[in-house]
């Protein structure tokens, strides 16, 4: 989202203007993405702060105490520290909880990703904020860093945090669907329990069932249905203010919560559950930074969504202070009769809009889930073109559905939800005070009596809701933590298993002494073509590879061993994301390339990763040769140093020259060595997969009569391996644990892991690996 780069050009003044411009124009995109469920929370609000222990309590007084304390909240937590705070920590741009845990692995070692590289530090998105040199020394951070169960301990506090976001995903809908719906129980022909259940069901069906076209294609309604549904409730609000009891704005004063709790007590506190339903959706904000900007949501909420609510909860408590017996149903009680139903079917609308934000939220917190190693494999698809990061999860959405439409029929009452929905939505917002707190140590560098003092400030409001809504875990509060536990059960087990198995291949690897030893032709027959071994190593040589051999004595002439890894960043530039090195000196042809990606990037096949890769060798190959620090004798006998090459210098590079091919016919001289049904089987896989076109690419060396022999003669061999064919190399692991392990350890892996292994998708199939091109090696792990 930078500027234009003809903006550069212009002056200051047009500059600011059009900056200005810009941030207006994403503010206005905002109040669809970011504000949906925040603007919604007048429906339920007073309902369920005052059904159930507060029923004694049904006064003005006690009315314009929870009024007091709503705009108070308002002001502390979404307006102090997130919009003033909290937004400032942004990892590149990017929010959440994913990005205050990024920060925190690169600016001290907390990070539990097991194959990281020093050259990852190299990469631009991970020197993003101050530099460290300051509390290089820190015994704080040195402690943190030392106890390895600290680290372990701040991974599961940031898992559970993005567990209670999928329990967000989950009751999102179903109470603001279920809310807007039973204003239809208000109207003249009052209708049923049932019929209002019914018909939240089928609009949450529709909800589920439209998520595969992604959010863009309504995206263009989402914020002017917010946009009007917030002026409604801000002219009915003032309505409500000036007609029913202009004195409620004297319950700005603090003065009013000190009245509250002294004559409503411990059932005052215990209200507060539902007093925390009018900041739910906050996190949001910080969480959908990426798609906008810090400026942009400051402005949307300062100018327009902190006022508009204010003002709708003040008139709702005036027409409440006149209208006790309308608590039930204050928000549809309040509106004139005049404008009832355009209200109705705006905050229908807006409710829809709300539930989608939070859904496409929760595809997200998966996708980075997976990236730290901490959830299975699942399809992920890209719905948008235009707009980066909106995707689209089938099993997960399939999974949240069926969840939120037991929970809408299970409870079939908002007060219930509302108590699941608070507790869920206050552990996020205490998590990131936590996390906010070390942003400030670590990354900020600030003392720690700031750190300390902010932690004391808002832990103690966020704990006090906390607390509250801990007390009502027995009336529907058990819904997140249940959820949240078994969300956690699946991360756990699928890390501690990938943990597992990633360390037999790191104390398996195939001795590169014993490589060297056997020659270059590794003792076995080197075939034409290129080989790409697969494995989570981003270093030496898997053990799959002699399993290979052992069982199938010969290989490709060129053999390539990729890491396809993740990295603590929200996203590498594509310029950055090849990492190419050498295993072993030329005459093997043996190369090695990193693949490397942020928790926020998606893995797209635009079916040229083959070309790619020829090209990053070939510029590795002639880098190689110009620099001589990549070629000294040391790093050529083992595993050399390793360079990024950047796409941009592939496209203007001459190494190799590239030339389009249409269709199968390909005439080299190695096309006689394979099946003549080769060719077929190529085409008819890509007529079976037409959104996997590949291109088909010639590569020819340029005339160049400066070029050292050796390398020539190494660019021949790779362009005649390539012109062979591709083949992919991956094992087919199957993972066991020892037999002298714990009960528990052999119910974790032999029962969890392989349970979750078997059911989630495959390996070639995440990686986008064409079925036609893949050789998989069985390999039992013991571990």
């Not at 006690?62 to 705070?85: D, E, N, Q, R």
């Not at 990005?99 to 692995?105: D, I, N, P, V």
């Not at 635009?606 to 790619?612: I, R, S, W």
């Amino acid at each position: 989202m930078e500027p234009e780069s003809g903006t550069s050009s212009r002056n200051p003044s047009q500059l600011s203007w059009v900056n200005l411009s810009r941030n207006l124009v994403l503010a206005y995109q905002s109040f669809g993405v970011v504000y949906g469920d925040l603007s919604t929370s007048p429906l339920y609000v007073y309902k369920s702060t005052f059904i159930g222990k507060l029923q004694n309590h049904q006064n003005e007084e006690a009315i314009f105490g929870a009024f007091s304390l709503i705009f108070w909240t308002l002001t502390l937590v979404p307006l102090l520290k997130y919009v003033f705070i909290l937004l400032s920590a942004d990892d590149n741009g990017e929010g959440g909880t994913f990005a205050l845990y990024s920060l925190l692995c690169r600016h001290a070692r907390f990070s539990l990703l097991p194959n990281q590289q020093a050259a990852d530090e190299e990469l631009s998105a991970y020197k993003y904020g101050p530099l460290t040199q300051a509390v290089g020394s820190s015994p704080l951070k040195r402690f943190l860093e030392k106890h390895k169960r600290l680290r372990t301990a701040l991974l599961l506090v940031v898992l559970f945090g993005a567990c209670m976001v999928i329990g967000d995903g989950v009751l999102t809908p179903a109470i603001s669907v279920l809310s807007s719906v039973s204003g239809l129980q208000v109207t003249e022909n009052k209708l049923t329990d049932g019929v209002v259940l019914l018909l939240a069901c089928v609009i949450l069906v529709g909800l589920f069932a439209l998520q595969h076209f992604g959010t863009h294609r309504v995206a263009f309604i989402f914020a002017p249905v917010v946009i009007i549904w917030l002026l409604s409730i801000f002219c009915i609000g003032l309505y409500n203010t000036i007609r029913w009891n202009p004195k409620i704005v004297r319950a700005f004063s603090p003065l009013f919560i000190i009245k509250f709790f002294r004559e409503t007590g411990k059932e005052g506190w215990i209200s507060l559950g539902g007093i925390l339903l009018s900041i739910t959706g906050t996190e949001a904000m910080f969480a959908d930074l990426g798609h906008f900007t810090a400026f942009s949501i400051r402005l949307a909420f300062a100018f327009v969504i902190y006022p508009c609510l204010v003002v709708q909860y003040m008139g709702q408590a005036a027409f409440l202070s006149k209208n006790i017996p309308s608590i039930s149903s204050s928000f549809y009680d309040s509106i004139p009769d005049t404008v009832f139903w355009p209200v109705f079917i705006i905050a229908t609308l807006a409710a829809i809009v709300g539930s989608q934000a939070v859904i496409t939220a929760t595809f997200s917190i998966i996708k980075q889930c997976h990236a730290l190693g901490c959830f299975p494999r699942v399809k992920v698809v890209h719905t948008s073109r235009h707009i980066y990061g909106q995707i689209y999860i089938p099993e997960i959405n399939w999974i949240l559905m069926i969840l939120t439409l037991a929970i809408t029929i299970g409870f079939r009452d908002t007060t219930l939800i509302g108590n699941a929905y608070g507790l869920a939505c206050v552990t996020v917002m205490f998590i990131t005070t936590c996390l906010m707190t070390l942003v400030i140590v670590f990354v900020w560098q600030k003392s720690v009596l700031i750190a300390a003092l902010f932690l004391l400030f808002f832990g103690f409001i966020e704990g006090v809701y906390l607390t509250a809504a801990f007390m009502k875990v027995p009336q529907g509060g058990w819904v997140p933590i249940v959820l949240s536990c078994i969300f956690m059960g699946i991360m756990y087990v699928w890390h501690y298993g990938t943990c597992k198995k990633y360390n037999f291949d790191l104390h398996n690897k195939v001795s590169l002494k014993w490589l060297l030893g056997l020659g270059p032709s590794l003792g076995i027959v080197r075939v034409p073509g290129i080989g790409l071994i697969y494995s989570e190593l981003a270093t030496g040589v898997p053990a799959i590879f002699s399993h290979f051999v052992t069982n199938l004595p010969a290989f490709h002439n060129v053999l390539v061993f990729v890491c396809v890894k993740s990295v603590p960043v929200p996203y590498v530039s594509p310029e950055e994301r090849f990492l190419i090195g050498r295993v072993c000196p030329r005459p093997y042809r043996m190369y090695r390339c990193i693949v490397r990606y942020g928790y926020k990037d998606i893995q797209r096949d635009d079916g040229d990763f083959e070309n790619l890769l020829v090209q990053s060798i070939a510029e590795f190959i002639q880098m190689e040769a110009e620099e001589p620090q990549f070629s000294t004798s040391e790093s050529s006998s083992i595993d050399g140093r390793m360079a990024v090459i950047s796409t941009r210098t592939i496209q203007s590079s001459s190494t190799l020259m590239a030339t389009e091919q249409e269709g199968l016919g390909v005439s080299n001289s190695f096309q006689s060595s394979k099946s003549l049904s080769l060719p077929g089987l190529l085409s008819a896989y890509d007529d079976e997969n037409p959104q996997i076109r590949r291109r088909r690419v010639r590569f020819q060396l340029p005339p160049n009569p400066g070029m050292d022999a050796s390398v020539r003669e190494e660019l021949i061999d790779l362009i005649q391996a390539k012109e062979a064919g591709v083949a992919y190399i991956m094992g087919h692991s199957y993972v066991k644990a020892r037999r002298s392990s714990s009960f528990l350890k052999k119910l974790v892996i032999d029962m969890g892991y392989s349970f979750l292994r078997k059911n989630c998708r495959g390996p070639a199939v995440a990686l986008n690996i064409p079925h036609i091109s893949l050789i998989e090696v069985g390999m039992i792990y013991y571990v």
